[in-house]
């Protein structure tokens, strides 16, 4: 089955710094990555995604770039506020296009 | 247009007894998806269902659990017998293709 791993784990940063998060799979037939974001007690909110033709995806302050070669995803934010503070996962579309495969997760902690 | 709901929100069941999850999807969707998150953990696939089909049920523990998706009403999501090791967030997802998934705000499920 799919393997995808996140880095890093945990992330803090300053208001108004970027941050960066990775998410690596092992399905090379994957074409499908989306981002969710998840704050504590609530749903898995999607916040951007990307198919596998398209190399980047922007959405105002959050974008998303793809490396299908080297089979990984990376998740930017800039310009960081406090209420981007929340758990990201990244979830790669695996094993026939039939079910999301988490990551473990990313917890990101803005300081102001 | 309503987002995908969840009912209950919150289920306290005793060892032994059965729990039953309900899952509307958003209007004009016909993928249904049920996923488990433990404490701190990502969500886990359980089965994928379209109208009266289930597609894919590779996630889902071989005995006392069962999903459907009738033709009128929502997707059930049934464990019989629970153990507490089913306290768990349950949480569904409905996809208009098949490909982009929107959850809803889940199912506490506490086993006593």
């Known amino acids: 089955g799919e393997n995808v791993e996140q880095h890093p784990s945990t992330l803090s940063v300053q208001e108004g710094d970027s941050a960066v998060i990775k998410c690596t799979y092992s399905d090379s037939a994957s074409n499908y990555f989306p981002w969710y974001k998840q704050e504590l007690g609530k749903r898995p909110q999607l916040i951007i995604d990307?198919?596998?033709?398209?190399g980047e995806k922007k959405d105002q302050r959050i974008a998303v770039t793809l490396n299908k070669t080297a089979k990984h995803f990376s998740l930017h934010i800039t310009e960081t506020q406090p209420e981007d503070s929340a758990v990201y996962f990244c979830?790669?579309?695996?094993?026939?296009?039939?079910?999301?495969?988490f990551g473990a997760g990313t917890i990101l902690r803005v300081k102001s | 247009n309503a987002g995908v709901m969840q009912n209950p929100r919150h289920l306290v069941r005793r060892r032994g007894q059965e729990a039953r999850l309900r899952c509307s999807p958003m209007?004009?969707?016909?993928?249904v998806y049920w996923y488990r998150q433990l404490p701190e953990e990502g969500l886990k696939f359980m089965v994928y269902?379209?109208?009266?089909?289930?597609?894919?049920e590779s996630g889902m523990p071989k005995e006392r659990f069962s999903a459907e998706f009738p033709k009128e009403g929502p997707s059930i999501l049934r464990i019989q017998q629970v153990v507490r090791g089913d306290s768990a967030a349950y949480f569904c997802?409905?996809?208009?293709?098949?490909?982009?998934?929107?959850f809803g705000p889940g199912t506490r499920l506490t086993v006593t």
């Open positions: 990307i198919r596998s033709n398209v």
């Open positions: 997802a409905s996809s208009p293709t098949g490909v982009e998934q929107y």
């Open positions: 269902l379209q109208k009266e089909n289930i597609i894919d």
């Open positions: 209007k004009g969707h016909s993928h």
């Open positions: 979830a790669p579309l695996g094993e026939y296009g039939n079910k999301l495969v």
